[in-house]
């Protein structure tokens, strides 16, 4: 059963800095695309960025310049490093893997959560 574990979360100050990471477990496939959604409270789970498998990169408006998405060398790893970070970014974010075969399958973590406050 694949399993995506995040980590990484916690509070920061505005302006900060965290990583996000996440690895997926339970399968020997590898994903079309890794990514990073977030949901804050209240609000609806929006798209952070992806990171396709051809290395293509992807970013929400308000986090590009802020925010870079990469894989890691190990199959099936992604990362978040975010920076500059601002109140507005706080929010539960969750990993997303996604498999494209006969069907399109997505799979999800169980978020981590991001706190920005002074």
């Known amino acids: 059963q694949v399993q995506l574990v995040e980590s990484g979360g916690g509070l920061v100050q505005p302006g900060g800095s965290l990583r996000l990471s996440c690895a997926a477990s339970?399968?020997?496939?590898?994903?079309?695309?890794m990514g990073w959604y977030r949901q804050a409270p209240g609000k609806e789970r929006e798209l952070v960025a992806v990171?396709?498998?051809?290395?293509?990169?992807n970013y929400a408006d308000s986090v590009k310049g802020r925010f870079t998405i990469s894989r890691g060398n190990a199959k099936n790893t992604v990362y978040l490093q975010m920076n500059s970070l601002k109140p507005e970014d706080t929010a539960v974010y969750l990993c997303?893997?996604?498999?494209?075969?006969?069907?399109?399958?997505?799979?999800w973590g169980q978020g981590t959560q991001v706190t920005v406050s002074s």
């Open positions: 997303n893997a996604e498999f494209i075969g006969i069907l399109t399958t997505n799979y």
């Open positions: 339970g399968t020997d496939v590898r994903f079309s695309g």
């Open positions: 990171s396709t498998s051809g290395g293509s990169t």
